[in-house]
């Protein structure tokens, strides 16, 4: 008996998945007359009238339809947010390194003018012609 409880236990959470699941290749989306939002898998199902303002919802790809505008916009803003991201990232990492290069540079002028005026090192104190 206890059995029989756990298979049916099990058959209906399986029952209950796949209804709250729902398709799970529909691809269009519109509203019926009732404003009830339904799915199917060809536009061809969906009613004639609703036909034109059915959604695309799956993916897109070679064969598959094109993104709407606005999906199209927004991955146009989001492609330039991240090149213009890119840039800063490129930029700021260009101008530490040549800040870190003018240091160097400075540092290396400041030795050798110490290094002539106490006469030591490889640098000679007066140029010799």
Do not use: C, F, H
Request: cysteine-free; glycine content about 8%.
């Amino acid at each position: 008996m206890r059995r029989l409880a756990v298979a049916w236990g099990v058959g209906a959470g399986i029952l209950l998945v796949a209804l709250v699941a729902g398709p799970a290749s529909a691809q269009y989306r519109y509203t019926d007359d009732k404003g009830v939002t339904r799915t199917t898998q060809y536009k061809v199902d969906v009613p004639a009238p609703r036909r034109d303002a059915a959604v695309w919802i799956g993916p897109t790809g070679v064969g598959i339809p094109a993104l709407s505008e606005e999906a199209r916009k927004t991955r146009l803003r989001d492609d330039s947010l991240r090149r213009i991201g890119n840039s800063i990232e490129q930029l700021t990492a260009a101008a530490a390194a040549d800040q870190a290069r003018k240091q160097q540079l400075r540092k290396e002028a400041a030795e050798a003018v110490s290094a002539r005026k106490e006469g030591r090192g490889n640098v000679p104190a007066w140029p010799t012609r």
